[in-house]
């Protein structure tokens, strides 16, 4: 193992609070040696945002440890130029004000929020039944927040898709194209690196579908029975302090069955 990817929200912290010995966990990490990445669909928040709110937490991270998925959508739409309509959260439209929105012909989804009105949407589906390429900013589901799961873009891309009959470029997780980006960035093989989420789908599906090994925790989004819900190997644990030591004791230890291995705990 070179790498190891952690997911933000629910396996870092929940809320304005840290996971009880996330902080530490991380730190761990910082000096193994492994090269390490944020990895996150976070979409309610700028870049900025997050470093800041990480090391407020007393989070020890580099900005260049940070991907975030809005970038990269950011980043495919002005790598070809094209125009979006940008049906996403207040949040983060600055990270898109260098681009140009008039007359779109492209349309850019994420979590919009109170923004997935009917006219919103509607306004994405006509464009995108013209012709225009469909980017998702990731296919999360739901997310849990202030302790209620909510819906997350996911279902709202889905449904213009369907809608337009077409199929989105999603560029963030659990996209095969967005593990294969970072891996690039970092030089790393897939099987040589591990994601650790508490998305079943988002992280360890993805994940184990792009080629790396995935540790599941049971915080954040994290429901009873997930584990059972994909096929696949996997290592799943209480939380991130117990796989980072997993990950650290040895190499091995995230190519355990997708059973539950620490049921009694």
């Known amino acids: 193992m070179k790498a190891v990817f952690l997911d933000l929200s629910g396996v870092l912290y929940i809320g304005q609070e840290a996971i009880p010995g996330a902080v530490q966990a991380v730190a761990r990490l910082q000096r ?6 944020f990895v996150t669909n976070t979409s309610r928040m700028t870049r900025r945002q997050i470093l ?23 980043d495919w739409i002005q790598s070809r130029g094209l125009r979006p309509y940008c049906l996403i959260h207040d949040a983060i439209r600055e990270e898109f004000a260098g681009l140009d929105q008039s007359d779109p012909n492209a349309v850019i989804i ?13 306004r994405a589906f006509e464009l995108c039944l013209e012709g225009a390429p469909l980017v ?12 209620r799961f909510q819906l997350d873009a996911g ?22 194209a967005f593990f294969e980006q970072v891996l690039g960035e970092i030089g790393c093989s897939p099987g040589d690196a591990v994601m650790v989420g508490d998305d079943v789908h988002g ?8 080629g790396l090994q995935a540790v599941l925790v049971r915080t954040g989004k994290y ?18 302090v117990e796989a980072v030591d997993a990950l650290l004791a040895d190499e091995q230890a995230v190519a355990e069955p997708a059973r539950d291995p620490f049921q009694s705990g």
């Open 203 to 210: 992280d360890v599906e993805g994940a184990l579908k792009a």
């Open 223 to 240: 429901r009873s029975g997930d584990e059972r819900r994909i096929d696949g190997e996997f290592l799943v644990v209480d939380s991130v």
């Open 32 to 37: 193994s040696g492994l090269t390490l990445r």
């Open 155 to 176: 279902p709202f891309i889905t449904a213009v898709e369907y809608a337009a009959d077409t199929e989105a470029v999603i560029v963030g997780k659990p996209s095969r």
């Open 110 to 122: 994420g979590d919009a929020a109170d923004g997935f009105t009917y006219a919103a949407l509607n």
């Open 52 to 74: 800041d709110s990480l090391r407020q937490l007393d989070f020890e991270i580099e900005d260049a440890q940070l991907v975030t998925a809005p970038l990269a959508a950011r």
């Open 136 to 147: 998702g900013i990731g296919r999360n589901r739901y997310f849990r927040l202030d302790g």
